[in-house]
């Protein structure tokens, strides 16, 4: 079977690959980016940062992410106070940061910046999937892809970049992937029409809400829908008796703050969600003609806002390193030790929060804020 050559091969058309993707194709480089769904395809994690914005605006899609998005000045959580909630506002942050932010359908937002990869010049490829990798050398991979049509072939590519997601292609097949037991959960949600948003500015905030058994969420999304959901601890989940609905719907119940703002809400499509997070690293995140990045590397959390960004800010550095190590191979090793460094970096900044969410000390400062440093 003859064999498509190019530069860089991507696998995984999330927000990670599409973004490696795009940023190579602009270098110049032969760039094949396969994903094996098609789009649009469903994904959690619709809420962003105001730390992406920076980073669309490089990449050029920040216009068409305020065109999909809804505006999010902050996060609010549940208060003893006669709103009953404190907004933590984006614009009064430490240190310096764009003062708002955005929720978005995945879907569309995975699609749209697929679409870009394809118009920096991309081959973008979907129904794509990768089968199985043969390295012979550093600057020669060769991947067997099969599409959802039964049709198999074959790519050599001189760099591989792994954007596969939990899948973690390459993450399997050399034996990296760590299991982290410290954070283990799984999140049930769905989406509804008709739930109360808050008042005036506040009306895109996600809101946070904590029940005996972990905490919960209210996204508002495009076209007056609402992401509701839970992030339980595995006990609890394994109480779940008869239908999923049903489990979701008591969940919510728990928290009487959020049951009310449900009160005229109407499932879309009665269709619920259940996704574990059996979170996860890698023992390392790339070597000689290769490179893992976003889920494929490391996954914390399904829901946490902090996905997205270090997917897509961990896959702007990968380009670079990938650009480097293609026109320096000498470099390749020292910047891959760099990169693999900022990313457990940042990956453990976030950890720290998400770890410690439900912990009295952070449900207390969320509740009863206090101005003093």
Wanted: aromatic residues 10%; positive net charge.
């Amino acid at each position: 079977m003859s064999a498509e050559a190019c530069d860089v091969v991507v696998i995984g058309g999330g927000p990670a690959g599409s973004t490696a993707a795009a940023l190579l194709a602009r270098r110049g480089y032969g760039v094949i980016a396969l994903e094996k769904a098609h789009h649009p395809r469903f994904h959690i994690g619709e809420s962003l940062l105001p730390m992406n914005l920076p980073l669309f605006d490089r990449l050029g899609v920040l216009e068409k992410v305020r065109a999909l998005g809804v505006f999010k000045r902050g996060a609010d959580f549940e208060a003893d106070n006669e709103r009953g909630y404190n907004t933590f506002a984006f614009d009064r942050a430490l240190g310096k940061s764009p003062p708002h932010a955005y929720q978005v359908w995945r879907q569309d937002f995975d699609r749209m910046l697929y679409a870009h990869a394809r118009e920096c010049g991309a081959d973008t490829r979907e129904g794509h999937e990768a089968i199985s990798i043969e390295q012979r050398s550093p600057r020669d991979s060769c991947l067997e892809v099969r599409t959802d049509e039964g049709r198999g072939y074959r790519i050599e590519a001189r760099y591989v970049v792994d954007a596969s997601g939990r899948d973690a292609f390459l993450a399997a097949r050399r034996r990296l992937r760590r299991k982290n037991a410290q954070h283990q959960s799984a999140a049930i949600f769905g989406h509804f029409r008709g739930a109360d948003v808050r008042p005036g500015e506040d009306a895109g905030n996600i809101s946070m809400y904590r029940f005996e058994h972990g905490w919960m969420w209210m996204i508002p999304l495009p076209d007056g829908v609402m992401s509701v959901g839970a992030v339980c601890w595995p006990d609890y989940l394994k109480q779940r008796r008869g239908r999923t609905l049903e489990f979701l719907l008591e969940t919510l119940r728990r928290n009487p703050a959020l049951w009310q703002r449900m009160r005229r809400a109407e499932l879309i499509g009665n269709e619920v969600r259940v996704t574990g997070n059996y979170s996860y690293d890698s023992s390392s995140m790339g070597g000689p003609g290769w490179v893992l990045i976003g889920d494929a590397f490391a996954f914390i959390d399904p829901v946490f806002s902090s996905g997205v960004y270090l997917a897509m800010s961990g896959a702007e550095q990968a380009a670079q390193v990938v650009d480097t190590a293609l026109r320096e191979p000498a470099a390749e090793t020292s910047l891959l030790r760099r990169l693999e460094k900022r990313q457990r970096a940042g990956m453990e900044r976030f950890s720290f929060f998400i770890y410690r969410f439900n912990e009295p000390v952070m449900r207390d400062m969320f509740r009863h804020p206090r101005n003093a440093l």
